[in-house]
């Protein structure tokens, strides 16, 4: 068996030879490493036998595929701890997520905090006793009368909506599971893991079948790694932006209308300003800004394609006994726009930008805050162009995107989304569609990832992932080409040859989403938000009653210097009324006692840097103007 590896070395290995054997023949430590095997591209189990001519790469802790094999292999370790400890426990299904892993279970009683800690135990043998994992496999039947025997009813419904053939089964002791893998060679390999939770989840994730008990866990390759990552959750916790909205009183979600947020007086100050900033840098790039109405009648979503293809996301209405729809998107609305007059190529391209409520059905169980709503604020834009037109275009929004999230101090990444199942449109028009896009990254010289099957049903999509303060990625940009909608909506241009042309279009956000964004920065920032962004940028404290006043002129200058300021004039002592507004998280607080009257000063204390000292009013105005010009 001839071998290649990754530096492109050859050497020979006896046919049978496993990736594990390979690996202890050049090291002993690479095979203690090895968690699996990438042969000829394919991942595999580093105990499966190989043959023939064969290109193998081994996969270590380092490599991105390993972790989710680690995980998925917890899983395995988990069910097979809970079957010990609950034998009547019926098991359904146990993968790896981004976070760890879940596996959910039909259990006779409810899960209890103190039985994860039994479970958790009770892994750790499972690990201790170093058990081999092996690949075996079944044939349907086989599989079928194996689970009717066990009364694995899940396992059951799953194998009968497989294919006949060979199934994949793995075995560690006495614990056998349904998987494709792979996985690690032993329990023992697994050093770091930790149960996280427990919750409700409908089997096969319909509200009509059974609720089972889903546990959440995760796994590291080792032991600082898991201390890291549960710091950062602590962190998380200290940042949720569902905490720091009701207690910096930027917004809340109330019993009456559940997913459908409340803004308060300050929550609409950081608002204004995010969408101010917006409307700003769209009208340097020559954006124009439309307005388009929330409900649009049922002929129009037919054409769009969201009554096909998005119908269970949308609320409906009747008016004036014609059917119509509360609009989940934008962009329909955006094409009525674009098609009241006839356009020139000289016109294109059009850059039409809109701040447009959309309404979406979520699940209850879905909703997060300001992260998972009913109701939010895209901040769409609709591009068309010819189809010359396109690369720049798209360019042109990636550096918008760019210096956006420059000036909050996110760093991101990319990746290019390609063609779902359930998608329209034919298969020139989306290799078209996707390759400019692919050219358009490549141009630039970004780095990207693809995301295979995940673009919009009308056309493939870049998305941005920024990375917040404690390492988080949130999905919020994206730039969605479409060749679809405009065909759809019959939209054209008049071309140099006098006839009447397709345009192209570009579907893209920024934020992604007004309220999801505030709850990004919120937690970003952990409600210390930058001066410029503040609600309230400055508090003042008077000592007593008699500098009210002074006070009272301090809080005109500021003002009439653009400035936003609140005074606390409190009966409270002033080192009461500083720890408050510590809290409240303001980024200037200006003490003034008598001293202060007399000299026609302030004393500064700031958020980040403590007590600056007395200062004169137009040294301090000129600082924070400094401040909120710079974005700091």
Excluded at 132 to 141: L, T
Excluded at 461 to 468: R, V
Aim: hydrophobic share 35%; charged share 30%; proline share 5%.
């Amino acid at each position: 068996m001839k071998v290649t590896f990754p530096d492109q070395s050859v050497r020979e290995y006896p046919d049978g030879s496993t990736a594990l054997q390979i690996a202890e023949s050049i090291s002993p430590r690479l095979a203690k490493e090895a968690v699996a095997a990438k042969v000829n591209g394919e991942l595999k189990d580093v105990t499966a036998p190989l043959s023939g001519e064969v290109a193998l790469e081994l996969i270590k802790p380092e490599n991105p595929e390993a972790l989710e094999i680690l995980r998925h292999t917890a899983s395995h370790i988990m069910a097979q701890a809970v079957l010990r400890l609950f034998p009547g426990a019926k098991l359904a299904i146990g993968p790896a997520i981004d976070t760890g892993f879940y596996y959910d279970f039909d259990l006779p009683e409810s899960l209890k905090p103190e039985d994860l800690e039994k479970i958790e135990a009770e892994m750790a043998k499972i690990v201790k006793e170093d058990l081999a994992v092996k690949r075996f496999y079944m044939s349907k039947q086989e599989a079928l009368e194996y689970y009717r025997q066990k009364g694995e009813k899940y396992k059951v419904e799953l194998v009968e909506g497989l294919e006949d053939g060979s199934i994949s089964f793995y075995q560690q002791g006495e614990f056998v599971d349904l998987c494709r893998g792979p996985h690690l060679p032993s329990t023992g390999r697994l050093k770091a893991f930790k149960l996280m939770s427990v919750a409700g989840a409908y089997w096969r994730g319909d509200s009509n079948r059974e609720m089972l008990q889903r546990i959440y866990g995760t796994a590291f390759f080792s032991k600082k790694e898991l201390d890291e990552y549960l710091q950062r959750l602590e962190e998380a916790k200290k940042r949720d932006h569902r905490k720091l909205g009701k207690e910096l009183d930027l917004f809340d979600i109330l019993d009456e209308g559940p997913g459908f947020p409340f803004f308060m007086p300050k929550g609409m100050v950081l608002r204004n300003i995010l969408e101010d900033f917006w409307r700003q840098e769209h009208r340097k790039r020559g954006y124009q800004e439309i307005k388009t109405p929330i409900i649009l009648n049922e002929d129009l979503w037919h054409r769009s394609g969201h009554w096909d293809h998005y119908q269970e996301n949308m609320y409906f209405v009747k008016i004036d006994e014609g059917n119509f729809a509360i609009k989940p998107m934008n962009c329909p609305g955006g094409m009525l726009v674009y098609k009241r007059r006839l356009h020139s190529y000289r016109d294109l391209p059009q850059r039409m930008a809109e701040l447009g409520l959309v309404h979406r059905h979520e699940l209850s169980g879905a909703l997060h805050g300001l992260m998972r709503v009913r109701c939010f604020t895209q901040d769409d834009a609709h591009i068309f162009m010819t189809p010359d037109q396109i690369k720049d275009e798209v360019l042109g929004v990636i550096s918008l995107i760019d210096d956006f999230y420059k000036v909050f101090g996110f760093k991101y990444h990319v990746e290019l989304s390609t063609r779902p199942e359930n998608s329209m449109g034919t298969d020139e028009q989306w290799e078209n569609a996707t390759e400019a896009l692919r050219n358009a990254l490549e141009s630039r010289g970004m780095a990207y990832k693809v995301n295979e099957g995940d673009g919009a049903f009308y056309g493939p999509k870049i998305d941005f992932h920024l990375e917040d303060s404690i390492g988080r990625t949130w999905q919020c940009g994206t730039i969605q080409l479409d060749f679809q909608m405009p065909e759809r909506f019959d939209l054209t241009y008049i071309g140099p040859d006098g006839e009447k042309h397709r345009p192209v279009m570009i579907h893209r956000v920024v934020f992604g989403s007004i309220e999801r964004f505030i709850a990004i920065l919120t937690e970003h920032y952990a409600g210390a938000f930058p001066v410029w962004l503040a609600p309230v940028q400055v508090k003042l404290l008077p000592i007593s009653e008699d500098q009210l006043p002074y006070v009272q002129e301090v809080q005109k200058r500021l003002e009439e210097a653009g400035l936003r300021v609140e005074v606390d004039a409190r009966s409270e002592k002033i080192g009461y009324r500083i720890r408050e507004a510590q809290l409240q998280k303001i980024p200037y607080m200006l003490v003034v006692g008598e001293k202060e009257v007399q000299t026609k000063a302030v004393a500064v204390r700031s958020r980040k840097e403590g007590d600056l000292g007395v200062q004169s009013m137009d040294t301090f105005i000129q600082k924070i103007l400094d401040e909120v010009k710079n974005y700091q």
